[in-house]
């Protein structure tokens, strides 16, 4: 079937397999980079449809609230415990009020609202759009004249990076209260000292880097469901790898980013 | 007038499509002149979704040209694309019913999102395709999932003819339907298609859909054109393909590959 392969001396078989690794790695990257360079040029440039990022706004931002919301309060309590079992060793209690406003603004708040959105939005989004390649809707879409690109792709990646700053930013309130919680009705903190605590630690940069970091990361999931989705393979295992995918690569981008990020703003 | 009546509404030639190391389309002519039915006939996976894919640009050929009304579309701007969309319309084999919308807005939603009219007017020419294609206006409220094989295929071609495109593709649009359901489907396809003075090409390998629709039929085998003429030619065209093709024989020069 394959005659140029039969052909190939077999001392070069490693280099061959090297150089096919190669090739695919930057036909893939170029492959998403085009993808990128397309999505946000048609998120950018009319027609719109108001329509479709209204219905994306609730979807993604509205319905990942409880979720959200949820996380952020029992990492807020689990921090004010934990660090109360450590800092009591050291008779830094009152620290306790600090380290719970900074990690869950800086760190914890955008990471894990990222993390719980890529599970929930971004497996949707891919199994939708992947679902519409499968069952030729996309092709539809374009023969009607609407480019999916548009109709698609776009209001869910404005959606995404608006609404993740302000789910984490719920996110950030909530989180503070429930180490406000644990803190007053559990370790017996009084609660005007502990609220003066949190605003004498807490800056606004603080916060507005985790906000950044959350329209970033709400950017990653959408962007990822959106690739894994269009460019599904066929049939329904088709659909669930790209489900998969897009999970797993908008999870492990948002942890490298995460990093980047840090960097860039406390370095 | 006169040139307009001699350039034909579709021209391929040695238009070439691969994936990869399998070749599907290898050099496929073929024209389809103005107002005309074409037909193009051949076994399942020998590329004839792909021709049609590469037409209307959802698919790039690797070589070779494809004009429509003279116009070389192999390498338009994205734009240039849309705009020559809304001279097409088009039945998937599928459906390709949008699920997450009512019938009535499927039916409309070339209407709506690709040519800006308004909810109100578009809903009433959708409700109108819905009853030419024989059914009940209730229908226009449902959702796709709640509507049989056959329903769809009627909503299909509803959605295909609505805003009355110039060039319309049906892929195999009987497929999976028993014989009454494929023929009324057949006629309707004919009727909607005078009605509008569209272009037809359509695909089938459904004998008794040919020769309700076509007025010129293609056969492909292997990626190419192998023969093509009038559907008065067909029983006597003195080609081996077409002859076992038509006749559904398992030994000729069609061999199934096994694979
Ligand atoms: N998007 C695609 N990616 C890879 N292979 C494809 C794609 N579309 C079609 N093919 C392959 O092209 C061949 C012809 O497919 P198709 O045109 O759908 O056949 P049919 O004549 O039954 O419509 C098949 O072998 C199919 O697997
Ligand atoms: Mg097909």
Redesign the pocket.
Known sequence: MDSTQNQINPVFAPFQAVGQILLSFFQKTGQLSSFIGKSLYHSIVPPFFPAQLWRQLVDIGYYSLPVVGMTALFTGMVLALQSYTGFTRFNAESAIAGVVVLSITRELAPVLAGLMVAGRVGAAIAAEIGTMRVTEQIDALTTLSVNPFKYLIAPRLIAATLTLPILVLIGDIIGVYGGYVVSIYNLGFSPGGYLSQTWDVVENMDVISGLIKAAAFGFIVAMMGCYHGFNSG?GAQGVGAATTNAVVSSSILILIFNYILTQVFFS | MTSSSKTPKIEMSGVKKA??N?H?LNGVDLVVPEGKSMVII??????????L?CILGL?SPDEGSIKIDGQEVTNLRPNERDELMLKFGMLF?GGALFDSLKIWENVAFGLIQGRGKNRKEAREIAVEKIKAVGLRPEVADLFPAELSGGMQKRVGLARAVAASPEIIFF??PTTGLDPIMADVINQLIVEQVQEIGATGLS?THDMSSVRTIADYVAM?HEGKIVWTGPIDELDDSGNDYVDQFIHGRADGPIQRRVA
């Open positions: 066929r | 994936f990869g399998n599907v051949g076994g399942s996976g020998t590329g004839k979704s792909v021709t894919k698919l084999q892929d195999e695909i492909i």
